[in-house]
């Protein structure tokens, strides 16, 4: 798909409104309404389409979070590369062997997003799919720290993947489709 290029803050408003309107509103993650609140989520522009400098970009994040505590988490939102889902989840797994590689395995961790995300063994067309569905390819970069307390202070951590795929499959193919669609500048 052509699409206008699109100015880095409108890149992040529609990531804004994604994590707002969809992660946010249906609890998708319990724990991203207090880091939004707090104003410790960094959004994180990346129009690289080679894979060397999309990895030098996570190290890059790796960095900042290492030196800025007022981050907390971070999304690397990738515009140009990874449209493929496929080539994403290549992306994916060098991108986790690579913070192995780099010592960070311990102190963060991965969660991964795309707009066209199927779970392994799921039909295309699955609701529950929304849950990890995105405006842009993106890699949330989440300090294992903060994962532990955040679980630690929920009352049914475990649950929460299954309380998803329920939730987007009541919400319905169509509305989880329009609530993702609503996401996009109208100039895409």
């Known amino acids: 798909m052509t699409h206008k290029i699109l ?15 969809v992660v946010i509103e249906y609890s998708i993650c319990p724990f991203a309404k207090r880091e939004l609140e707090r ?6 522009v990346n129009r690289d389409i080679e894979i060397e400098q ?3 970009h996570l190290i890059d994040e790796c960095d ?3 030196t800025d505590p007022g981050i907390e988490t971070t999304l690397l939102i990738y515009t140009d590369a990874f449209a493929k889902f496929d080539d994403y989840l290549d992306f994916l797994e060098v991108a986790e062997s690579l913070l192995i590689e780099r010592g960070y395995e311990g102190t963060y961790q991965l969660a991964s997003f795309h ?5 392994q063994g799921s039909d295309q067309d699955d609701a529950a799919n929304y849950t990890n569905r995105s405006p842009y390819p993106m890699l949330h970069l989440l300090r294992e720290t903060s994962i532990e307390l955040a679980v630690a ?3 049914d951590p475990e649950n929460i993947p299954q309380h998803n795929i329920e939730l987007t499959r ?19």
């Not at 100015?7 to 309107?21: E, F």
């Not at 329009?178 to 109208?186: E, F, I, Q, S």
């Open 7 to 21: 100015p880095d803050r409108d890149v992040k408003a529609a990531t804004l409104s994604w994590l707002k309107s």
């Open 39 to 44: 104003g410790s989520i960094y959004f994180s």
């Open 54 to 56: 999309c990895l030098l």
């Open 64 to 66: 900042r979070l290492e």
């Open 115 to 119: 707009p066209n995300y199927c779970f």
């Open 153 to 155: 202070s929920h009352p």
């Open 170 to 188: 009541k919400l319905g193919l169509a509305k989880m489709q329009a609530l993702l669609a609503a996401c996009y500048p109208l100039n895409r």
